[in-house]
Nanobody
Framework: QVQLVQSGGGLVQAGGSLRLSCAAS????????MGWFRQGPGKEREFVAA????????TYADSVKGRFTISRDNAKNTVYLQMNSLNPEDTAIYYC???????????????????WGQGTQVTVSS
């Protein structure tokens, strides 16, 4: 079992920045691949970013590429999502996700993840 606890988020003006954190417990960090997803008002949950278990690889949705950065600190069992140049279209509930793995691959679909954080609201005002 993996437990995920999210923090961060809130209200920010367009062009601003926020950082989300997701602390994992229950498994060794280097065996957990992680990702971030979001669900905007009236929309389906969508992939945002993913990072491999070792942190050596990352990938992003086209909509956030160049603005968001996913990173992890395995000593703290925590993954981060740094969000810069936010715009109102980024308004959503953001979820971190995790899965156990023995590979270095990245996972970009929600069905590939077994564990989810509680979600945190990010609101970007224009």
């Amino acid at each position: 079992q993996v437990q995920l606890v999210q923090s961060g988020g809130g209200l920010v003006q367009a062009g601003g920045s926020l950082r989300l954190s997701c602390a994992a417990s229950g498994r060794t960090a280097t065996t957990i691949a992680m990702g971030w997803f979001r669900q905007g008002p009236g929309k389906e949950r969508e992939f945002v970013a993913a990072i491999s278990a070792t942190g050596g690889s990352t990938t992003y949705a086209d909509s956030v590429k160049g603005r968001f950065t996913i990173s992890r600190d395995n000593a703290k069992n925590t993954v981060y999502l740094q969000m810069n140049s936010l715009n109102p279209e980024d308004t959503a509930i953001y979820y971190c996700a995790a899965r156990t793995t023995i590979s270095r691959r990245l996972y970009t679909t929600s069905g590939e993840y077994a564990y989810w954080g509680q979600g945190t609201q990010v609101t970007v005002s224009s």
